[in-house]
Nanobody, 125 residues
Framework: QVQLVESGGGLVQAGGSLRLSCAASGRTFNIHAMGWFRQAPEKEREFVATSSWSGGNTYYADSVKGRFTIARDNAKKTVSLQMNSLKPEDTAVYYC??????????????????WGQGTQVTVSS
C-alpha cells in the first residue's frame, strides 16, 4: 500500500499564494504519476495537475494553467503544488493522488489508486 499525506492548506485572500505538499510512504515503487485533484462543496472531484515520474511531463487543468505549478522530488518522495494568483473559485478540498504506471498519464480520478486525506484551501474575496 501507499500512504499520502497532504499539508499546506489554509485561508488566503484573492490574489495570494499557497503551497501544498504531499509526502508518500509505503510501497512507493508502485507509483508513477502523482497529481492533485480538488472538490468543492456539492461538486464532483476535478483534476488540477499531474506529473510523470521524472517530472518531465506535467499537465494542468485549463482553469489553473499559468497560475499553478506542480513539482516532484522523488528523492524525498514528495509532490508539491504552488498556487499563485488564487481566486475564490479555487476554494476546495485539495487531494493528492498517485497512480501506478500506465501508458498514458491520467487526468480522471478513477485512474488514480492512492489518495491522501485532503487539505482545505479557502480563498476569500
Amino acid at each position: 500500500q501507499v500512504q499520502l499525506v497532504e499539508s499546506g492548506g489554509g485561508l488566503v485572500q484573492a490574489g495570494g499564494s499557497l503551497r501544498l505538499s504531499c509526502a508518500a510512504s509505503g510501497r512507493t515503487f508502485n507509483i508513477h504519476a502523482m497529481g492533485w485533484f480538488r472538490q468543492a462543496p456539492e461538486k464532483e472531484r476535478e483534476f488540477v495537475a499531474t506529473s510523470s515520474w521524472s517530472g518531465g511531463n506535467t499537465y494542468y487543468a485549463d482553469s489553473v494553467k499559468g497560475r499553478f505549478t506542480i513539482a516532484r522530488d522523488n528523492a524525498k518522495k514528495t509532490v508539491s503544488l504552488q498556487m499563485n494568483s488564487l481566486k475564490p473559485e479555487d476554494t476546495a478540498v485539495y487531494y493528492c493522488a498517485a497512480a501506478p504506471f500506465r501508458p498514458r498519464i491520467g487526468v480522471r480520478p478513477d485512474e488514480y489508486s492512492y489518495w491522501g486525506q485532503g487539505t482545505q484551501v479557502t480563498v476569500s474575496s
